[in-house]
């Protein structure tokens, strides 16, 4: 891992662009492969999260890719699969900057996951050598770093939507929309133009803004044109698409009929 000095300096230019208004562009990896992460790291992206809900990533991947994002030079984010205890730990520990945590329905849920991503006297993660103080070299450096790692909460639910204003009362980087699981919650899955989707993404939007808390969507597709309307729209926090999409965009067969 980096010298958590430098991680530190990077996630203050981080919260610095966010305060100021500029949106932060990064990307999303589903794929357990070190060289296509490098790659999509170098690619001039804000930050990388590595996803642990969905694609092929497990934990036993994560050392690896966090190895590939540090060597890119781009901040690495995770989003967990699950409010686990176990898990957000394993995570802080390989020396991710944060975490974008899925599914948060209530103030509750963001302050469990919250004192388990920092040391004491902050949180309740252990304390102990590991790749994120490169196993005690940086023990003194990261015991001030881990006192405020990056985080993110996903709202993801008709629940979450309604608990918005008690979830922003706690400490958050930026809080950003899972938009199919959202859709799902709604009962109108993948309906993205729908009046009930768009009412709850509004109310979303305008309650970060009244708290100062950047907001953001993830742009799946890889559309520029989507990503400006997304910017034009307010949001600051955004992931464009994912490497496994990046991919299947890129692998028609000219010659298929």
Not at 182 to 199: E, K
Not at 204 to 225: R, T
């Amino acid at each position: 891992m980096r010298n958590p000095i430098i991680a530190r300096n990077k996630l203050i230019k981080l919260r610095e662009k966010l305060s100021s208004h500029t949106p932060s562009i990064g990307s999303w990896v589903q794929l357990p492969c070190p060289i296509t992460t490098e790659l999509i790291s170098s690619a001039g992206y804000d930050w990388i999260a590595v996803d642990l809900e969905h694609g092929a990533i497990n934990l036993s991947d994560i050392d690896n890719l966090v190895r590939s994002i540090d060597m890119a030079g781009a901040i690495s984010f995770v989003r967990l699969p699950d409010h686990s205890i176990t898990t957000a730990r394993k995570c802080m520990d390989a020396g991710f900057y944060g975490v974008i945590v899925p599914n948060i329905c209530t103030k509750k849920d963001l302050r469990d996951i919250a004192l388990n991503l920092s040391w004491p006297p902050t949180g309740t993660r252990g304390v102990g050598f590991c790749m994120a103080n490169k196993y005690g070299i940086h023990f003194d450096e990261y015991k001030e770093f881990s006192q405020t790692p990056f985080l993110v909460p996903m709202i993801e639910s008709e629940q979450g939507v309604e608990n918005i204003l008690e979830i922003l009362s706690l400490r958050s980087d930026a809080v950003l929309i899972g938009p199919y699981d959202l859709s799902a919650s709604l009962g109108i899955v993948g309906q993205f133009d729908h009046p009930r989707y768009i009412s709850a993404i509004n109310h979303i939007s305008s309650q970060c803004s009244a708290s100062s808390i950047p907001f953001g969507l993830h742009q799946v597709s890889p559309d520029p044109k989507s990503l400006d309307r997304l910017i034009e729209s307010g949001c600051l926090f955004i992931p464009y698409s994912i490497d496994t999409v990046f991919f299947a965009s890129s692998i028609s067969n000219p010659f298929s009929v």
